[in-house]
């Protein structure tokens, strides 16, 4: 492999290694190569070792592509670097935890204890279920704060809250808060009053009122206030008057907020109490504990502090994880990388001005940290800012159309006050630039899309680079569709099926509204106490007519073989045996269905909902819209669909910017929380109830309303997702609008025209590859099956009631659950990617000798499908294999069980006959084997599979027996 050399901007990254850098890495700019590079150059002195140089990035395979780049470029391999700090905040923190976290708790006066089993919650749906079993809970055990209760309209707006203060480092201690954190909560008034003052200020020299004033015309129409609450008049003055007085800053900003205060205190403190006495810890606590251990235990802090630092996408980082960066160095050795421009994750309590005010924060970040002994030394340091300039991804006309985005207004009317001096001009190394930048419009803005792709493939007038350098004409994966809200992703890849067009989506998906999730509820509704809803879902689906299902509800008279499937269900105990019996009966295989069961198993199994309690789980996940990430395949060649979030990283070609539409992005503003908390007004309460008239009521806050006109929503965050959309391009950008583009398209300098929305029917023919040539696409149409469906669930569940038996004390129970199952493979997963895990029991550390020990390439969790002829049928049975391990002669596959018994092996043979059929049609010139690896005692079975004919006979088992 060659080494690309350097530019001049790029080795002084690289040759930079002592002392305080905030480095302004654009995209394509080489950032990762360098970041590389750097690291290596320091490792590679006589005196440094990987364990003193913490490299923090923001997700696993970030982390992990690091670690391969720095392999290329260092002396170290990636065995060596195996347990390196080349890790993301959350990993690092749990590290510090597991070693030096037993007592932190006691910082925060807390009598619970952090173990080595206490386990990491990083499913948000499962911390949302857990949150909900902790508040109903703390309803009945503090009924002091009823009136808050009566405000509330959902328990997630507090989790939410507590998420967002966590992020900052506010936390409450058993009898307060910690340190300054209730000066936070109080807000700064000098701050607000400059916000104030600059809203209330008369426009055009004196003759316009004030933007706030203009605001507030419309104060307390559609509101209910309480009689303290000024009329418009009094609030706003009198006729003529251009500007509120200035007293009205103080009366809106001081308002008694003790009770408020005390509620947030006792949820926060008395959840993480219920989080620690369950032997769980969030992400957000996770950051929390690390940095209250780091602050005040010197001993702890002198251990972990390293002699580099160096954090990637800094643009990304939260507050406390700034201050982390700080107490985790122990030298003046600290490097921030990262762009501004790309700062889109605000959700997740990202923080812009960490990077906009690097130097500011930096010191007065230090400042608080030393505020009563030596914590940081970075205090007082000047840093040097280097700025990465060559753009090694998109043509000259792109990056230009990227730089106009950030000063693009998002609103009719709305004047930019974008940071447009930091904006650092990149330079393109593009081989050509014959960039088409083009907007289209159509009332029918799907069809529109897909027709525009279609002119484009193969169009030489859309040339792209090829692999020798040269232009060639676009193919369907050359092109990505950008949106900002998944929503009309999913809707464009339903059109996009009707017309059999090569499309995947990857992003979040609202899982809960899929035909698998709504067939599964129904039968759950149907096995427990709401049967109408569910047979009548049930029904429908069958084909019945309305009146048909009329009176079937009627009459409690329901097909003979629904009843014998619903009294089939009832004998099962295992909810995930009940789900994987739905999915089979009506052939939902692939990544929606593993989805939909993985998610609901990992929520029974991790909280103590019962079966009605999953119902309504699903329920709020179908009402509230639910998201999980899924990325489906549609083959190689194939357009990607994807939110701007979920793009932030990649490049493509050609980009389609969809759904340029107003009120869609930027989204139209949703309903804000009840509680929130904002810089710098502080914690505020926006309804409040009363009995202060004749009937008790909730009242609308008219502070609140106020002080929220003196912190209008900006838009430059909808900006920087502008940016991030446009700079994934390469050659050619495409924005597309339906009947009302957006306020960002009429201002972009982009010729935008009414285009045509007919789409040409695909005929896709033979499924296409996957990215390995032995995972097959699943076709459509088939009846489906997967080799769970073809196995004897009485095992499982056999094993399920022992396991539920045995006494705490056995060391080794006949089966520690799916859980624990599911736990071992995600680690077998992630080692043999190279992820930066550690083994926490025997099952994983026998995984990692075994991994170890294989000389070959593998491959993990590749997805495989069999199509099979049955008696004139197409049937195909899809599955996961756990490992398949390739050498020059051979292919081995590998399955992982945690069992302490042979007793399901010949129903885990079923399963790996179907994988062995698959793998040995792909890879004709090598012997194929299949065999189990049992976790329990690190042994392997070699699996004789089933032949054709053999499996043939299990699906007509398996289908006599469901029906």
């Known amino acids: 492999m060659t080494d690309p050399t350097p530019n001049d901007r790029q080795r002084e990254l690289i040759e930079s290694t002592e002392g305080v850098y905030l480095v302004d890495a654009g995209p394509g700019t080489g950032k990762t190569f360098a970041i590389a590079r750097r690291y290596g150059r320091i490792v590679d002195r006589p005196d440094v070792e990987p364990e003193d140089v913490l490299l923090a990035t923001f997700t696993r395979s970030a982390a992990t592509e690091m670690k391969e780049r720095i392999v290329d470029r260092s002396a170290y391999g990636l065995r060596e670097l195996a347990d390196a700090p080349i890790r993301t905040f959350h990993s690092h923190c749990h590290d510090v935890l597991r070693e030096h976290g037993y007592a932190a708790p006691t910082h925060l006066g807390l009598d619970e204890r952090i173990t080595g089993s206490t386990r990491v919650v990083d499913d948000e749906l499962i911390e949302s279920e857990r949150f909900r079993e902790f508040f109903g809970g703390f309803r009945d055990d503090h009924p002091e704060h009823a009136e808050f209760y009566r405000v509330l309209s959902e328990p997630g707006e507090l989790l939410d809250l507590i998420r967002e203060l966590a992020s900052k480092g506010i936390v409450p201690t058993t009898d307060g808060w910690y340190r300054d954190g209730e000066a936070h909560l109080d807000g700064d008034f000098e701050a607000?009053?400059?916000?104030?003052?600059?809203?209330?200020?008369?426009?055009?020299?004196?003759?316009?009122?004030?933007?706030?004033?203009?605001?507030?015309?419309?104060?307390?129409?559609?509101?209910?206030?309480?009689?303290?609450?000024?009329?418009?008049?009094e609030l706003r003055g009198g006729r003529g008057t251009k500007r509120l007085d200035d007293d009205v800053a103080g009366e809106v900003f001081h308002e008694d907020r003790e009770d408020l205060k005390a509620f947030v205190h006792d949820v926060y403190v008395e959840y993480v109490r219920f989080a620690l006495r369950r032997n769980y810890l969030t992400f957000g606590f996770l950051q929390l504990f690390a940095f209250v251990l780091l602050r005040e235990d010197p001993r702890v802090r002198e251990a972990a502090q390293f002699e580099y630092v160096m954090v990637d996408e800094f643009q990304d980082t939260s507050e406390i994880q700034f201050k982390l960066a700080l107490l985790l160095s122990g030298t003046d050795n600290f490097c921030a990388v990262g762009d501004w421009k790309q700062s889109i994750y605000s959700f997740q309590y990202a923080d812009v001005r960490n990077i906009l005010d690097f130097e500011e924060r930096i010191e007065g970040f230090a400042a608080d940290l030393n505020d009563d002994a030596d914590r940081v030394s970075l205090a007082g340091t000047d840093p040097t800012r280097i700025?990465?300039?060559?753009?090694?991804?998109?043509?000259?006309?792109?990056?230009?159309?990227?730089?106009?985005?950030?000063?693009?207004?998002?609103?009719?009317?709305?004047?930019?006050?974008?940071?447009?001096?930091?904006?650092?001009?990149?330079?393109?190394?593009?081989?050509?630039?014959?960039?088409?930048?083009?907007?289209?419009?159509?009332?029918?803005?799907?069809?529109?899309?897909?027709?525009?792709?279609?002119?484009?493939?193969?169009?030489?007038?859309?040339?792209?680079?090829?692999?020798?350098?040269?232009?060639?004409?676009?193919?369907?994966?050359?092109?990505?569709?950008?949106?900002?809200?998944?929503?009309?992703?999913?809707?464009?890849?339903?059109?996009?099926?009707?017309?059999?067009?090569?499309?995947?989506?990857?992003?979040?998906?609202?899982?809960?509204?899929?035909?698998?999730?709504?067939?599964?509820l129904a039968w759950l509704r149907i096995l427990e106490s709401d049967a109408d809803r569910g047979w009548a879902v049930v029904l429908e689906r069958a084909g019945y007519a309305f009146d048909e299902i009329a009176r079937a509800l009627e009459t409690e008279s329901y097909p003979d073989d629904s009843v014998a499937f619903r009294d089939a269900l009832r004998e099962l105990e295992s909810v995930g045996a009940v789900a994987r019996r739905v999915l089979d009966r009506y052939g939902f295989t692939g990544d929606t269905a593993d989805l939909l069961l993985h998610t609901i198993q990992s929520m029974y199994d991790s909280t103590t909902a019962t079966r009605g309690e999953?119902?309504?789980?699903?329920?709020?996940?179908?009402?509230?819209?639910?998201?999980?990430?899924?990325?489906?395949?549609?083959?190689?060649?194939?357009?990607?669909?994807?939110?701007?979030?979920?793009?932030?990283?990649?490049?493509?070609?050609?980009?389609?910017?969809?759904?340029?539409?107003?009120?869609?992005?930027?989204?139209?503003?949703?309903?804000?929380?009840?509680?929130?908390?904002?810089?710098?007004?502080?914690?505020?309460?926006?309804k409040r109830y009363s009995e202060v008239r004749d009937y008790p009521h909730v009242y609308d806050n008219w502070r609140h309303d106020v002080l929220r006109r003196c912190l209008p929503r900006e838009y430059d965050e909808e900006r920087r997702l502008l940016y991030v959309a446009v700079s994934r391009a390469e050659n050619h950008v495409v924005f597309a609008a339906g009947e009302e583009p957006n306020a960002f398209l009429d201002a972009l300098p982009v010729a935008t025209e009414e285009t045509d929305a007919s789409v040409e029917p695909v005929d896709r023919g033979e499924p296409a590859d996957a990215e390995l040539p032995f995972a097959v696409t699943a076709p459509d149409g088939p009846i489906g099956h997967t080799p769970h469906s073809l196995m004897d669930e009485s095992v499982f569940e056999e094993?399920?009631?022992?396991?539920?038996?045995?006494?705490?004390?056995?060391?080794?129970?006949?089966?520690?659950?799916?859980?624990?199952?599911?736990?071992?493979?995600?680690?077998?997963?992630?080692?043999?990617?190279?992820?930066?895990?550690?083994?926490?029991?025997?099952?994983?550390?026998?995984?990692?000798?075994?991994?170890?020990?294989?000389?070959?390439?593998?491959?993990?969790?590749?997805?495989?499908?069999?199509?099979?002829?049955?008696?004139?049928?197409?049937?195909?049975?899809?599955?996961?294999?756990?490992?398949?391990?390739?050498?020059?002669?051979?292919?081995?596959?590998?399955?992982?069980?945690?069992?302490?018994?042979?007793?399901?092996?010949?129903?885990?043979?079923?399963?790996?006959?179907?994988?062995?059929?698959?793998?040995?049609?792909?890879?004709?010139?090598?012997?194929?084997?299949?065999?189990?690896?049992?976790?329990?005692?690190?042994?392997?079975?070699?699996?004789?599979?089933?032949?054709?004919?053999?499996?043939?006979?299990?699906?007509?088992?398996?289908?006599?027996?469901?029906?």
């Open 192 to 233: 607000f009053k400059e916000r104030f003052d600059a809203a209330n200020r008369p426009r055009n020299d004196g003759r316009k009122q004030s933007a706030l004033r203009e605001d507030l015309s419309g104060f307390g129409r559609d509101k209910a206030y309480l009689p303290d609450a000024p009329s418009k008049s």
């Open 387 to 520: 700025e990465l300039r060559e753009n090694y991804r998109s043509t000259a006309s792109v990056i230009d159309l990227s730089e106009r985005a950030i000063a693009t207004p998002a609103a009719s009317g709305e004047e930019v006050d974008a940071p447009l001096d930091e904006v650092v001009e990149l330079s393109s190394n593009a081989a050509f630039d014959n960039t088409v930048v083009e907007g289209i419009r159509h009332e029918d803005e799907h069809e529109a899309v897909l027709s525009k792709i279609q002119d484009i493939v193969g169009d030489d007038d859309y040339a792209v680079e090829g692999e020798d350098g040269e232009p060639r004409p676009p193919e369907h994966g050359d092109i990505a569709v950008f949106t900002r809200t998944r929503d009309y992703g999913r809707e464009l890849l339903d059109v996009a099926d009707e017309y059999g067009f090569p499309m995947a989506y990857d992003g979040g998906i609202e899982l809960f509204r899929t035909d698998p999730a709504k067939l599964l």
């Open 614 to 686: 999953l119902i309504r789980f699903v329920e709020r996940g179908v009402e509230t819209g639910t998201t999980v990430d899924l990325s489906a395949n549609a083959g190689d060649d194939a357009v990607t669909v994807q939110t701007i979030h979920t793009a932030k990283g990649l490049e493509y070609p050609v980009v389609v910017m969809a759904n340029m539409n107003e009120g869609r992005f930027p989204p139209r503003a949703g309903g804000s929380s009840v509680i929130e908390y904002r810089d710098p007004v502080g914690l505020r309460l926006r």
């Open 799 to 963: 094993a399920g009631e022992r396991m539920e038996t045995a006494p705490e004390s056995e060391p080794e129970p006949e089966t520690r659950g799916m859980d624990f199952g599911s736990r071992v493979h995600d680690f077998a997963e992630a080692y043999a990617l190279g992820d930066d895990v550690t083994p926490s029991n025997d099952h994983e550390r026998r995984i990692v000798a075994f991994l170890d020990d294989l000389p070959g390439e593998r491959h993990v969790e590749e997805p495989v499908t069999l199509p099979i002829d049955v008696d004139g049928r197409r049937v195909t049975v899809s599955g996961i294999v756990d490992l398949v391990h390739v050498t020059a002669d051979r292919v081995e596959i590998i399955d992982y069980k945690t069992d302490s018994t042979r007793r399901a092996q010949s129903e885990y043979r079923k399963q790996l006959s179907v994988y062995y059929h698959v793998l040995d049609e792909w890879f004709g010139d090598k012997a194929v084997t299949a065999s189990l690896f049992y976790t329990t005692d690190g042994t392997r079975k070699r699996i004789d599979p089933y032949s054709i004919e053999e499996l043939r006979a299990l699906v007509r088992e398996t289908e006599a027996r469901d029906d």
